[in-house]
């Protein structure tokens, strides 16, 4: 392929010491290329610049609030990890779960960078707006942390339900909300579902350093090239609910494969591309499990999601009604 004598040695010499095959490489850069509209050679080319004159490029500073680090465990475990040469070599300044420091090392390391400026910079995790005390990194307020790093990046990525909308955090007496209320007028990529899916992010970081701008986004911040359908049209149980057959008791095993909305599945009301990308190395997804969509890539989710698992929240009832009304098309054959 073209693409392989644009291979140097420092290059294939990154790809081994991390155990990534030349051939995983170009699959990751193929699948990546054609989600972001760009040619596979210019985008594996630039790909390779990047990495090798990664000194010049911004570094990343990753910081953590409300959350179970969820994310950062999602984004490390990707496979093939392709992800962690993006990591490695943009320069991860600051992460508290990952990085080697800690202490007055690490706070030192996230103070730098953000002295120096013109960083990428990561947030997971919701911000608490009931009292600060609930959220302290190093003695100071998560807020203030934001808020100071906030203002010298290059570009802001809120990873994970809790950073882009509040999530979980929001439904708490913290009332943790996401980063475009403690940021506001900042343009900030919300990459929600929770956790953040490893090919988002890394996806988003790629498209930032080949091409300078941002990806399109959707009136909520979402890369439209990851939140652009819904779960339902994408869902292998689509002819079962096309059928109207519908879960109604999870111990009768003909019902094993059938759509789950009555079961509080918020597939139709919630877009993104878990259907088609799944997780576990593109094994599987939630509905695949047996589980209902929890909808976590929308901003209602937790609190206008749940309860999860029946019909009963106000979403649930009002995707009930629009398919009693008429409103959900059958898939076009």
């Known amino acids: 392929m073209k693409e392989e004598s644009s291979f140097s040695k420092k290059f294939l ?3 081994e010491f991390r155990g990534i ?4 490489f170009l699959k990751y850069c193929a699948a990546t290329a054609a989600v972001l509209g760009i040619s596979e050679f210019e985008f594996t080319t630039k790909l390779i610049q990047v990495v090798e004159a990664a000194s010049k490029k911004p570094p990343v500073v990753w910081i953590e609030g409300q959350s179970c680090t969820g994310c ?24 508290d779960a ?22 990428v910079l990561i947030v997971e995790g919701a911000i608490p707006t009931a009292d600060d005390r609930f959220c302290m990194v190093a003695g100071k307020p998560f807020k203030k942390m934001v808020e100071e790093a906030g203002a010298k990046a290059a570009a802001i990525i809120a990873v994970g339900a809790c950073a882009t909308y509040g999530g979980i955090p929001a439904a708490t007496p913290t009332k943790g909300v996401g980063l475009n209320k403690i940021l506001p007028g900042k343009a900030i990529i919300n990459l929600p579902t929770c956790p953040v899916h490893h090919d988002h992010l890394a996806g988003t ?40 057959k519908f879960l109604t008791d999870w111990n009768d095993p003909k019902q094993k494969e059938w759509c789950l909305i009555q079961k509080g599945c918020k597939g139709p009301m919630t877009y993104a591309d878990c259907a088609i990308r799944r997780w576990n190395a593109g094994i599987n997804f939630c509905i695949d499990c047996g589980a209902p969509c929890q909808g976590c890539a929308e901003p209602g989710f937790y609190a206008q999601m749940s309860p999860l698992y029946s019909a009963e929240s106000e979403i649930s009832k009002r995707i009930l009604a629009m398919r009693e009304a008429g409103l959900i098309p059958k898939k076009e054959s």
Request: with cysteine; net charge positive; proline share 4%.
């Open 13 to 15: 010499d990154a790809l």
């Open 21 to 24: 095959r030349r051939r995983d």
């Open 72 to 95: 950062s465990i999602s984004f490390t475990q990707s496979y093939p990890p392709v992800g962690s040469i993006i990591l490695d070599t943009i320069s991860l300044r600051h992460h």
């Open 98 to 119: 990952v990085m080697a420091a800690s202490g007055d090392l690490a706070e030192k390391a996230f103070h730098d960078a953000v002295k120096e400026g013109g960083f």
């Open 205 to 244: 970081i790629l498209y930032f350093l080949t091409t300078g701008k941002a990806p399109a986004l959707d009136k909520i911040g979402r890369p439209v090239m990851y939140f652009g359908e819904s779960i339902h049209d994408n869902c292998r149980r689509r002819g079962q609910f096309d059928a109207g």
